[in-house]
């Protein structure tokens, strides 16, 4: 009777907290959402410039989330570009080829970087582009290669511990299995373990993508401006939807501004939405290809 009462009262307890969290999220969203649909509109992206030229880069837009918009999504691609094939190929060694005392010493200092907080991150990535100003070319300033690359470092390590939990947690069977037909430990790798941990792996990219895509920290002091225009160059100044709401919930004149702010919220929840289901595509696909390999 005491175990089935602590049972129940366990039960009732996680359904408690599980609604709590549901009600959090959809409280922040609805909020985001009855704030800021109202401003959500042509002229809040492209301003006065026609959509079609803007999005042909025929003329900059001026006072429209557009090159914001856009500044985000680079951002958030090649971030995500320079941090993936590190960070797997860093939890394929940690998981498959590290000794125990490399594999323990690495997953701690991985576990603290993951705690840093990304103003440090970004600190360190304005010092980096001080350094290479003074030392290599005066031509280098903050920009949309130096932000990528900080926001790379910044998420490496969720990249890394994810896939290397994810290949170590798979059963003792799926491990031996193609080895004892005859398969490498390179082919039993990139054949069985990678594709049957791939849903673990992508949880960890969407957690990676979704940090990109809203610091604000690390942009501020590595590239990120107000009125930069879209990006021309990796070498070039750029816009961040982060960094504008940021500066429109802080530097707001008028109550209009302010609605544009919640708008530009509501935009870069609905990207960030988009590259989230982008990934979880992947993912399904992966799953419903799996069995029918083996």
């Given at each position: ?116 907080p990304s103003i440090v991150v970004g600190l ?20 949309l290669l130096i932000a990528s690359l900080s ?144």
């Open positions: 009777m005491a175990n089935n009462c602590w049972d129940k009262m366990l039960k009732i307890f996680s359904w408690i907290c599980t609604f709590l969290l549901v009600t959090a999220v959809f409280m922040v969203i609805g909020f985001l959402v009855v704030k800021g649909y109202k401003a959500v509109s042509l002229e809040l992206i492209f301003a006065d410039t026609r959509p079609f030229d803007a999005l042909l880069l025929k003329r900059q837009v001026f006072g429209g989330l557009f090159p914001a918009m856009a500044g985000t999504v680079s951002l958030v691609v090649l971030s995500m570009g320079f941090a993936l094939p590190l960070g797997l190929a860093s939890g394929i060694f940690l998981a498959e080829y590290a000794p125990f005392r490399v594999k323990w010493f690495f997953s701690l200092l991985f576990d603290i970087l993951a705690g840093i360190f990535g304005f010092s980096i582009t001080i350094f290479l100003h003074h030392f290599f070319s005066e031509q280098i300033f903050p920009c926001l790379s470092f910044l998420v490496l390590p969720y990249i890394i511990r994810t896939t290397q939990m994810s290949l170590e947690s798979l059963p003792l069977q799926v491990r031996l299995t193609a080895p004892c037909l005859g398969a490498t430990k390179l082919e039993n790798i990139f054949l069985v373990l990678l594709p049957s941990s791939m849903s673990g792996i992508i949880s960890g990219i969407v957690l990676a993508i979704g940090r990109c895509a809203e610091d604000t920290a690390v942009i501020m002091l590595t590239g990120a401006v107000a009125t930069a225009g879209v990006p021309k160059s990796i070498f070039s100044s750029f816009e961040a939807l982060p960094f504008y709401i940021y500066y429109m919930a802080s530097e707001y004149a008028d109550h209009s501004e302010l609605m544009q702010g919640y708008g530009a919220a509501l935009i870069l929840l609905i990207i960030s939405a988009g590259l989230f289901g982008v990934s979880y595509g992947i993912k399904n696909r992966f799953a419903t290809k799996i069995p029918n390999r083996f």
